[in-house]
């Protein structure tokens, strides 16, 4: 089958699809980013130094383990065959997350569900559920190009989500010069 270009024939291809984990997760993923319009990881990153297949990584309860797709600042990504425990994948990054620079979000996958789990410092966790019957909905694939775009230097509030326009009440107002440049209370830029 060809390489899909959009959410649709992406949807096709893998909808039935019952391959090992090791036989179709790099497969899989190569798609999603012809999909989303994104570089893959060889073709942005040719040494592997920030975005790729295959991270090695020391696990928090000693051992090493390799994450399946890590890219720098954005995301650690564990694949799972079709129908297996995305539990077990979430707990697998959690024991990579600090020697993978602790990403802002931990992503897994069985091949028909992809499950975003924020990891923003001081902010509740939330989980983002995309399955392939709503891969084509505009929500998910706002959710999978933000994925790929968050940054770690930034608020989570000023890339996750829109950030509120308003001030707390009792809260007083930030100086002019601070408004104009568009910095918070925290000093961090809003974009």
Not at 36 to 51: M, V
Not at 157 to 178: I, V
Request: aromatic letters at 10%; a positive charge; charged letters at 25%.
């Amino acid at each position: 089958m060809q390489r899909p270009v959009n959410p649709i024939e992406f949807q096709r291809k893998w909808i039935g699809i019952d391959l090992t984990e090791r036989s179709a997760s790099q497969q899989h993923f190569l798609d999603l980013c012809r999909v989303l319009n994104h570089p893959a990881p060889a073709d942005l990153d040719g040494t592997g130094d920030f975005f790729t297949f295959e991270r090695g990584a020391a696990k928090s309860t000693g051992g090493n383990g390799w994450a399946d797709v890590w890219y720098r600042g954005h995301f650690a990504w564990e694949y799972k065959g079709p129908h297996k425990d995305l539990v077990k994948a979430y707990d697998q990054l959690l024991r990579y997350k600090d020697d993978l620079e602790n990403p802002p979000l931990l992503i897994v996958s069985d091949l028909d569900t992809i499950e975003i789990h924020t990891n923003f410092t001081a902010t509740p966790k939330k989980v983002h559920r995309i399955t392939l019957h709503t891969f084509a909905d505009a929500a998910s694939q706002n959710l999978l190009q933000r994925s790929f775009t968050i940054r770690t230097r930034s608020s989570p509030r000023s890339r996750w989500r829109k950030s509120p326009r308003t001030l707390p009440a009792g809260s007083a107002p930030l100086p002019r010069p601070c408004r104009a440049a568009g910095k918070t209370r925290t000093g961090l830029r809003i974009t």
